[in-house]
């Protein structure tokens, strides 16, 4: 009794400081700057209903959209660099409303599926906060219903972020390294490996080295947006 007591007055408490909060500082759409949400329900069907452009899929990669978009742009910016969480349903919807399109009900129906993030640093998983795609997973994972593990693979090596690199260092990006726990796990399994952006390939040809590890395993990259980078340049292998 105590207990529950104690978690309906921390609910209560949580959402009275949540209203006052949103009171005091109220929420602008991030796109049309309409007040009410961080996106409006306008705005949310522009990201949804815009055509899939950039979008591609292959038999190891599926891109849901791309830079091209400047509404899912602007989400994906305030997503990834301003920490704004609210946005990863948004975000997850115009992926699955993608998936829905594009592929039989079935094709993610299975035991054996299991759904991945590409995970931070540890350094920079603190300085941000959290792991964006933490949340953007779960959503897929209680929709798709496919099991989500957010801590199975980590990286060990930091790296700067992608879009603030240099030309050059991005197609030289060759020492981020992963590390994948209880490989043995991942046998005969069809993983999907989620992010949001993609630049060069190479964050993907290193995830999936450490795959190689279990018997038989078979790797997806689920991306939701492809970068002005990789649109720009041909020579970069987009199959990566």
Do not use: W
Not at 87 to 115: H, M, T, W
Not at 124 to 153: A, C, M, P, W
Not at 191 to 219: P, Q, Y
């Amino acid at each position: 009794m105590g207990l529950l007591f104690s978690q309906y007055t921390f609910k209560t408490i949580k959402k009275s400081v949540n209203f006052a909060l949103d009171t005091i500082f109220p929420k602008y759409c991030i796109t049309c700057e309409t007040e009410g949400g961080y996106l409006c329900q306008k705005c949310f069907l522009k990201v949804l209903n815009a055509p899939f452009q950039g979008a591609f899929n292959t038999e190891k990669i599926i891109i849901a959209g791309s830079y091209k978009n400047r509404y899912l742009k602007e989400v994906i910016h305030f997503f990834k660099y301003r920490c704004i969480k609210e946005l990863a349903n948004p975000v997850a919807f115009f992926v699955i409303s993608y998936l829905e399109q594009r592929f039989d009900k079935n094709f993610f129906n299975s035991k054996n599926n299991v759904i991945i993030p590409v995970p931070l640093h540890p350094k920079k998983l603190r300085k941000r906060g959290y792991n964006q795609l933490t949340k953007f997973g779960k959503v897929l994972s209680n929709h798709l219903e496919i099991k989500f593990f957010e801590n199975d693979l980590t990286r060990i090596s930091s790296t700067k972020t992608q879009t603030l690199k240099a030309r050059f260092e991005r197609f030289k990006n060759i020492d981020t390294k992963f590390l994948l726990k209880n490989p043995d796990y991942y046998d005969n399994k069809h993983v999907l490996l989620i992010d949001d952006v993609i630049t060069t390939g190479a964050t993907l040809e290193a995830c999936a080295k450490e795959f190689l590890k279990s018997k038989n395993s078979k790797n997806i990259f689920l991306e939701v947006t492809v970068s002005e980078l990789q649109l720009n340049n041909p020579s970069v292998d987009r199959k990566k």
